[in-house]
């Protein structure tokens, strides 16, 4: 059996909880959790629905050591789109969507800030 490969281009780290915001033309959401978190896009938790290709604006706080070993935040705002969107139903009822997000337009520190913080965190 041939050994499976993986194809995405930056480690992925699951059960995390990185606080987010979300906004659209529509709305602005505070998101209570991310679900997991890669350099290349976040899969979250929203209350409300967002289509399937939807552009969004970001707004990340990534957690971080300073030379001290004391805590920073770091702000990362970017642009994303929605490339996949479900309803979680409890009890027959929608209770949130589970939304993942593509960064399109993530600048090179950003990227390295969230690089350094999963690869912390594996």
């Known amino acids: 059996m041939a050994e499976e490969t993986e194809r995405r281009k930056y480690p992925r780290l699951a059960d995390d909880k990185i606080s987010l915001k979300l906004k ?10 991310s679900l997991n ?12 629905e967002l289509p399937f290709l939807s552009r969004i604006k970001i707004i990340l706080m990534i957690p971080s050591e300073t030379e001290d ?3 920073k935040i770091n702000k990362v705002e970017t642009e994303g789109v ?5 309803p979680v139903i409890q009890n027959g009822k929608i209770v949130h969507y589970d939304v993942a997000i593509f960064f399109d337009s ?17």
């Open 69 to 71: 070993n004391k805590l």
């Open 106 to 122: 993530l600048v090179a520190k950003d990227r390295e800030a969230i690089k350094e913080y999963v690869a912390k965190k594996m």
């Open 37 to 48: 978190i890669s350099a290349s896009g976040v899969y979250c938790k929203i209350d409300k």
């Open 82 to 86: 929605v490339v996949r969107e479900h």
């Open 24 to 33: 659209t033309d529509q709305f602005d959401a505070t998101i209570s959790q």
